[in-house]
């Protein structure tokens, strides 16, 4: 079932913010302001299917996210595929490209 389909509208949800919607932010977004969905911050899809482990940070997060979506961003369609891959395998509720 598709995220989306499950919110009430409008959707107020906590926007992707690089440097800001890291775990421990959502986490207390999470407890305090409720929102209806939130995004991790966007993370470079070339250098998670490379192995930089690291990264992995932004894509922590906890139950009560939920819905929870993955902001990605990069170019090279092979790793736009893993990552997607890796991104289900964490149990995330969607993905989002970021496209700019
Ligand atoms: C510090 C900062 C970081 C942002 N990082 C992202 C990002 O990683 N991905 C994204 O799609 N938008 C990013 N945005 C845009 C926001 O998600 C949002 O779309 C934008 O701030 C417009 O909403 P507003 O009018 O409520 O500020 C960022 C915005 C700010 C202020």
Redesign the pocket.
Known sequence: MNAWNKILKPVIGL???????DAPYRFITAKYGCPDLH?T??TNVEGLSRGAVTMLDAFLYDETERPVIA?V?GSEVESFYKVAMMVCELGFDGI?I?M?
Do not use: K
């Not at 926007?15 to 919607?21: E, F, I, L, R, Y």
């Open positions: 926007s992707p913010m690089d440097g800001v919607t995004m911050e966007f902001q961003y989002d970021n700019g």
